[in-house]
């Protein structure tokens, strides 16, 4: 007789009289768990299978496996299958990503400002590698119009939270085509630190990435008018200790 589902949690799992199955490698002990709770199971075990491997290469019995479940019982929350499930981890990763985003920046001068951002940044990176991984990794054969745009709802609110930073609320082509690359550059250096072993300290990955901005905003500048006003106004703020403060002695040193 099939399982009967509970409405607070799993189905319970009934064992099957068969007596080859003590011949057979034993899944991990089955637990019951509350609906919500392993749903969010699910979908943690799915981002670090989906950031291990490439998400074609992970089935469905990978993750029920991974997870002391069921195939039947991942469908249960996941009907859609792998493509639902993947969605899922994906929008999981990129919510409490985005919410680093939305924490107040500490006191200090603008570039100081966009270290602490970034060292939130990468404080999420660091916790959360397979998420981030499963996150950002592009050119699977599940990726999807849904998978991307969760991925550039991430960008966006990046965007527009550098902009904010730099006091901006509406920017103009360059300017934004300025901090989209730079974002870019950011998320390529995560990956990149994570492929490698992050044998770069975060610290000292996060002042340089600040020093990107300061040095590509500055070439930007010469072309804009709107991002020159803008980076005339923030190191104004700045002091002879700050990030920008401190490369701009740096190059003055090298005769630039």
């Known amino acids: 007789m099939a399982a009967t589902p509970s409405p607070v949690g799993d189905p319970v799992e009934r064992p099957v009289d068969d007596p080859t199955a003590a011949e057979r490698p034993r899944r991990a002990a089955y637990r019951r768990l509350p609906v919500q709770q392993r749903r969010e199971q699910l979908i943690a075990v799915a981002l670090e299978l ?53 924490v107040e920046p500490t006191d200090g001068t603008p570039t100081q400002q966009l270290g602490a951002v970034l060292h939130r940044y990468f404080d999420f990176v660091g916790e959360h590698a397979a ?51 730079w974002i870019s550059v950011v998320e390529a250096s995560a990956i990149s630190w994570l492929d490698e072993g992050r044998q770069i300290p975060a610290d000292s990955l996060c002042a340089w ?21 803008v980076l005339h106004g923030w190191l104004e703020l700045e002091t002879a200790e700050s990030p920008a403060g401190v490369l701009i002695a740096r190059l003055r040193d090298l005769g630039l």
């Open 50 to 102: 989906f950031a291990a491997r490439p998400p074609e290469e992970v089935s469905l019995d990978d993750v029920a496996e991974a997870a002391g479940a069921s195939r039947p019982l991942v469908y249960r929350y996941f009907a859609g299958g792998k493509q639902q499930l993947y969605e899922a981890a994906l929008r999981s990763a990129a919510s409490e990503l985005t919410a680093r985003f939305a």
């Open 131 to 181: 998420g981030y991984g499963a996150l950002l990794r592009g050119g699977s054969v599940v990726e999807t119009a849904r998978t991307s745009a969760i991925v550039d709802d991430v960008r966006r609110a990046a965007l527009r939270r550098t902009l904010r930073h730099l006091g901006v609320r509406e920017a103009r082509p360059r300017l934004t085509l300025l901090v989209r690359s």
């Open 209 to 229: 990435l600040v020093d990107q901005f300061v040095v590509m905003a500055a070439a930007t500048a010469v072309r804009d008018e709107q991002t020159a006003e």
